[in-house]
């Protein structure tokens, strides 16, 4: 089924498309359940954590069987897998109800995709564009030795907005290992569902995404006989829909407390001032001014932190830079505590080589490092267990968000690495929320030493990692759980100029 593949045409003319106007938004079935709440919280948006990796693919499915006019998705990575597979059809139900669906995806993170991605374009109301797309198809890496500079720069932003009224905003893309499903690594990750104004905001974002000139619909890059690629679309829907373990997905959107709360008007939102932060498309580009990036739009939107600094990355690469604004706040009495993956935890084991030799300068100035364990359960029974802040179970790390002072969260997409910094777009938000926080920092105080290690420095100033277990705790003095081999290869690794890279 092999669809022929064209080369990127730089410069074809695309239709602009906009998001629903706001009189069209709230006649909608979800705009009529959120008007009141809306109404009774002027000026705040509405925020409802989504932990569980189940709860994280409903919420979604549920928005676009929900939507009646338009559904906006926006993702770095999708899958095909059994859940990438599954959304994918929720998508082509909804636009035979007559829903306009835009689906913008980077074009590095849709491995065999083309020919349903195709086939779903030629639906009257599907439209697939695909973001800073590669010159080849196959071998689709070539296209890095033409033109690294772009290439190498990735949209990493990731929202589902439905009828421009809720938003998904958070870590997750779409694929088996982000919503519990299967064997294998599966990520403990974090999304927020928003409404009321910062929804807006995520709309007008993706517009400028959408609309971008790096946004190519995807019939310009792919051909082929869209036909036959949407029978066989329809034939691995069906073919997936009857695997037994898909069955479990359609038994928990049917039964999602989300869906009966948000048709009984009872899903129960915080109301707090959230605000958007988003890298600008033309960052690809590398043609906008720092002041336009998320980083600093970050910066302003948390505040100078005064007292406590609590930060969650699955890629945590600081830099030397990093380490000396780190260590001067530590220094200055502010509590900052890390939490990243372990080297037996990481599913990119390179960013490590980015991290482990930043340990030691952190340690000495007080801040206090934990490493998440890989779990021993991968077979997706855990998922449901609730773990705060950072998601449900998983063996490995994914989430993105920290907190400053009690007072401040972000989440979303981006990661504290030279990557996230200067290299791919990111977007995320910043949620005004004591509450919130105060669940960070339970699960910092309670949760954390038990499903992480934490780094310390012996008396002899060599990394130690303390595990706590039910019977006390054990001092493992080299990184746990791996070899000797990998071990040299990452530290190798550390010495090589790459860490702009990571």
Do not use: C
Request: proline content about 4%; aromatic content about 8%.
């Amino acid at each position: 089924m092999a669809a022929k593949r064209y080369f990127f045409p730089y410069r074809k003319e695309r239709p602009v498309t906009n998001v629903l106007h706001d009189e069209e938004a709230v006649s909608t079935f979800i705009g009529r359940k959120l008007r009141n709440a809306v109404r009774t919280h002027p000026g705040l948006s509405g925020v409802y954590p989504l932990r569980d990796a189940h709860d994280a693919f409903a919420s979604r499915a549920t928005l676009a069987q929900t939507a009646e006019k338009t559904l906006d998705l926006q993702y770095y990575i999708w899958k095909n897998d059994l859940t990438g597979t599954l959304m994918l059809k929720t998508l082509l139900n909804a636009a035979d109800r007559g829903v306009r669906v835009r689906l913008l995806l980077d074009d590095n993170g849709i491995n065999g995709l083309d020919d349903f991605l195709l086939a779903l374009h030629h639906h009257d109301n599907i439209e697939v564009r695909l973001f800073n797309p590669f010159p080849f198809r196959w071998p689709k890496r070539a296209g890095l030795l033409l033109n690294f500079g772009r290439l190498n720069r990735r949209m990493h932003n990731k929202s589902f907005t439905a009828d421009n009224q809720l938003s998904i905003v958070g870590g997750r893309n779409v694929g088996d290992e982000y919503f519990g499903a299967g064997a294998g690594v599966l990520f403990s990750d974090l999304d927020v569902l928003l409404a009321g104004p910062v929804v807006g905001d995520i709309s007008a974002d993706f517009n400028s995404y959408w609309n971008h000139q790096l946004s190519v619909p995807i019939q310009q890059i792919v051909k082929g006989d869209h036909t036959t690629e949407y029978n066989y679309l329809l034939n691995r829907a069906s073919e997936v829909e009857q695997n037994p373990d898909a069955r479990t997905f359609v038994d928990i959107i049917r039964e999602s407390d989300f869906l009966k709360n948000i048709l009984n008007d009872s899903l129960e939102m915080q109301w707090s001032p959230v605000k958007l932060v988003s890298d600008p498309p033309s960052k690809v580009l590398n043609k906008t001014r720092s002041k336009d990036m998320l980083a600093l739009q970050l910066r302003e939107a948390l505040g100078k932190p005064q007292a406590q600094i609590l930060l969650v990355s699955s890629y945590f690469v600081p830099t030397k830079a990093g380490v000396k604004a780190f260590s001067r706040m530590s220094l200055d009495g502010i509590d900052i505590r890390i939490l990243t993956n372990s080297l037996d935890a990481t599913d990119v084991k390179i960013v490590h080589a980015g991290y482990e030799k930043r340990r030691p300068a952190m340690l000495k100035s007080g801040i206090r490092l934990f490493e998440m364990k890989r779990t021993a359960d991968e077979s997706g029974a855990g998922t449901k267990e609730k773990a705060g802040p950072l998601g449900s179970s998983g063996s490995s790390l994914h989430a993105k968000t920290f907190a400053v002072d009690g007072q401040r969260l972000f989440i979303g997409s981006f990661n504290f690495d030279p990557r996230s910094i200067h290299l791919n777009t990111e977007m995320g938000v910043v949620i005004e929320s004591p509450e919130f926080v105060s669940e960070v920092q339970s699960v910092f105080k309670n949760r954390v030493p038990k499903r992480a290690y934490e780094v310390v420095l012996s008396d002899k100033e060599r990394l130690n990692w303390i595990e706590q277990q039910d019977n006390g705790k054990t001092i493992h003095t080299r990184e746990p759980n791996t070899g000797s081999l990998q071990l040299f290869g990452i530290r190798l690794l550390s010495k090589l100029p790459i860490e702009w890279l990571l």
